[in-house]
């Protein structure tokens, strides 16, 4: 189908970006602009900042406890924004809306971003969380069951690279792995997926805005071809936590995280991968709002709980 008529109305009110290199901090501070007040965002039974001591280093972090519980799962998030933007703030909305949707508690992960720390900084911050919270069980009040991992974008990135090195490393804790329209290959050659091509422009992430994005996170001299910084090139798939990966019609980024869960069930994977028809990259961000996008939080739900999946959303 079309993009969706919303999402279409918005995308055509947005000025495009403006010529030249791109400026980290000036992004930075327009999206901190466009974050609401603490009144307006929705209310859980507690929300509070806090740091996890770990072998990357001190990591800023924030906790939600949806509902007051004697216990919990476990849901560490990642946010998204292209390995140079985002903040526990930016993405607060999204972190509640998962807390709220699977009755888990989250730790939103707010790790170092390039270009001032490159690969690996950011994935070395969102692995040292994930073993923190195991390890400070008691604490969080984890119900011992379900250590899941979500992220959205490049946040998605971070998962599929945590997921991998704690099976690595047999740290084989994690339950779950959940990834909102995934970047899964920094090896952007526009021939080198249909969606690259058929969801090129238009549609708010484009495809010729992907490399001078991503090379903020590899400006280091990382190899694009290393499985941690592109995870689809990981070629043992074998062992890894259950998958639910959610992918957007209009996205450039598509037919890389289709691919990367055909992969996985071919490993012996559980794994479920959802298309939400009409939608762009960054809808989870964007646009959840919208009741038909606002599902992605329900169907996170309903797999980290082991409900039915729903699947109208789907193709």
Known sequence: MSLHPEI????????????????????????????????????????????AVTTAGDVPIRIYTPVDADAYGLLVYFHGGAFFLGSLDTHDHVARALAKETGHKVISVGYRLAPESAFPAGLEDCY????????????????GKNLAIAGDSSG??????????AHDAGFDWITHQVM??????????????????????????????????????????????????SPIKRGDLIGLPAALIITAEHDPLRDEGELYGRRLEEAGVPVTVSRYAGAGHGFVQHFSWLPEYHRAFEETGAFLNGSPVKTEAGQ
Do not use: C
Request: proline letters at 12%; a negative charge; glycine letters at 10%.
């Open 8 to 51: 279409a109305r918005i995308l055509g009110t947005l000025p495009p970006l403006p010529p030249g290199p791109l400026n980290p901090e000036a992004m930075r501070a327009g999206e901190a602009a466009q974050v609401p007040p603490l009144e307006d965002r929705l209310p859980l039974h507690a929300v509070e900042d806090a740091t």
């Open 128 to 143: 040292g969380v994930v073993r923190w919270a195991a390890g400070h069980g008691d604490t969080l009040d984890w119900d």
């Open 156 to 165: 998605g990135t971070f998962v599929a690279a945590v997921a991998a090195k």
């Open 180 to 229: 909102f329209y995934p970047s899964l290959d920094l090896d952007f050659d526009e021939d080198r997926y249909p969606s690259m091509r058929e969801n090129a422009v238009g549609y708010g992430l484009e495809t010729a805005g992907l490399k001078p994005f991503n090379s903020f996170y590899l400006e280091n001299g990382a190899d694009p071809a290393d499985p941690l910084a």
